[in-house]
Every structure is written in structure tokens, then in C-alpha cells.
């Protein structure tokens, strides 16, 4: 891909941008990029994040240099990420939009409908945001690149790509606005609960997750239909009816 920069042509070989550009090429006016985190964990709500590139251009040298390191949260160190969540939230000429469902929703309609419902919150909130600042901007004139192979329930061209959160730029952001503001999220559960670990694992089961669990109890942001959490409320309320027939 090439940009002018005055006299100076800049070749940005494998550009994380390509498929933006392609999707562009075909009348799309803007490509947004969808990506969640937080599908497996015991406990927490799933996130799901939307990010826009207004656009951007081969002079900027710091929009360059900070490009480059937007990549799949999971290959990034928590440090790193707060970082970039920072310069991709608040610059001016990128828009977003971040949700979440929670574990009672999750458990209501399972958590692929609750991935699905987080990433089409996410789309509207970050419209909301757009549609104050940027030009001409609407859903209808735009297009979802989602990182995986399911499509949402909005009424907007989608074109979900597995592991887009590796290749698009856009679903690489999403992919980091989701996963820090989850984090977060988890980090005060830590300090709500203690002795659970929520701010080392995230919710996800790890052994001393499931010891905590067994140790001191299912807690409300467990979701109660993940195993083991739902063997736990089983026994919970084997044990609560077999007490209530010997009183």
C-alpha cells in the first residue's frame, strides 16, 4: 500500500490497514471492527468493543509509530495495553463504543446470544459517538468487519473474519478497548471479594479460581451455567432441600 507524503512515498508493506482500504475500495464509507473478551471466564461479564479509523495519514508520524503496536490483546502485555487503550480512546479522529452483558444475561441466553448482543451494543454506542462528531457518518453507509465466524443481529452489511483481531487494524483495537475495560471490571471485583484472585485471573478457571470457589462459595458474578459453578449450585441446592426435609 502506498501513501504520498509530499516528495517522500511511503510503502507500507502488509499493511494492517489492507482490508479497510479494501472494503473502502468498494463504496463502504466507513469500516468498523468489532472484536470481544471475556467469552470463557467462570465469572464477569462478556465485553465486546467497536472501533472506527476516521482516517489517517502518511505524514503522521506518531499515528505510525503507535499503529504498529495495535495487535490481538492476547499478545500484548497488560502494561502495553492500558497504553494503547489510552491513545485509542482518546484521540480525536478515532471513534468507539464499548459493552458488556451481564453474567445473568449470559446465563439467560447463553453466551454465544450474549457475545452477539455485547458486539451490537457496542456498534450502537459507538454510532452514538460518530454520528455527533464525524461527517457524514452512518451505519448504513458502513460496514462490520467482526473478528470470528458469527454475524450479528443489526441490520448493517457484516463480514465476519476468524482471527481479524491478528490481521485488521480496526478489529486489533476493538480487540484492546474490550479486553482493558473488562480487566478493569475484574480488577474491582478483586477488591469487592477478597480471596477470590479476580484481579489476577480475570474470572478465568484457573485452579485457584476453582479453589476459591469451592472454598468460599459461588458469588453474583459467577455464571451459573459454566461448569464447574453449575455443579456447585446443583450441590447447593441438593444440600438446601435435603436440610429442608429433615427440618
Known amino acids: 500500500m502506498l501513501f504520498a507524503s509530499g516528495k517522500k512515498l511511503i510503502i507500507m508493506a502488509n499493511s494492517r490497514f489492507e482490508i479497510e482500504e479494501k472494503y473502502r475500495a468498494r463504496g463502504y464509507r466507513h469500516v468498523i471492527g468489532v472484536d470481544e473478551a471475556g467469552r470463557g471466564p467462570l465469572a464477569g461479564p462478556v ?3 467497536a472501533f472506527v479509523l476516521a482516517g489517517y495519514s502518511a505524514s503522521d508520524r ?3 509509530a503507535q499503529a504498529r503496536e495495535v495487535r490481538d490483546s492476547k499478545q500484548l ?3 502495553r495495553r492500558e497504553r494503547l487503550f489510552g491513545w485509542l480512546t482518546e484521540r480525536e479522529d478515532f471513534f468507539w463504543g464499548c459493552a458488556c452483558v451481564s453474567p445473568f444475561g449470559i446465563d439467560r441466553i447463553n453466551i454465544l446470544e ?3 448482543l455485547a458486539m451490537a451494543r457496542a456498534v450502537r454506542n459507538l454510532s452514538a459517538m460518530a454520528v455527533k462528531k464525524l461527517p457524514l457518518f452512518s451505519l448504513a453507509s458502513s460496514c462490520l468487519i467482526i473478528d470470528g465466524s458469527s454475524a450479528i443481529n443489526m441490520a448493517i452489511d457484516q463480514f465476519p473474519l476468524v482471527k481479524a483481531d491478528q490481521t485488521v487494524f480496526s478489529c486489533s483495537a476493538a480487540s484492546i478497548i474490550a479486553k482493558v475495560a473488562r480487566d478493569r471490571l475484574m480488577e474491582s471485583y478483586d477488591r469487592r471479594y477478597p480471596g477470590y ?3 489476577l485471573h480475570k474470572g478465568y478457571p484457573t485452579a485457584r479460581h476453582v479453589a476459591a470457589l ?3 462459595g459461588v ?3 459467577h455464571r451459573k451455567t459454566f461448569a464447574p459453578v453449575s455443579g456447585l449450585c446443583d450441590n447447593l441446592q441438593k444440600n438446601k432441600a435435603i436440610n429442608s426435609d429433615e427440618d
Do not use: Q
Request: net charge positive; hydrophobic share 50%.
Open 47 to 49: 465485553f465486546a468493543a
Open 62 to 64: 506518531e499515528f505510525h
Open 77 to 79: 502485555t497488560a502494561a
Open 114 to 116: 450474549a457475545t452477539r
Open 197 to 199: 484472585g479476580f484481579s
Open 214 to 216: 469451592k472454598n468460599l
Open 219 to 221: 458469588l453474583p458474578v
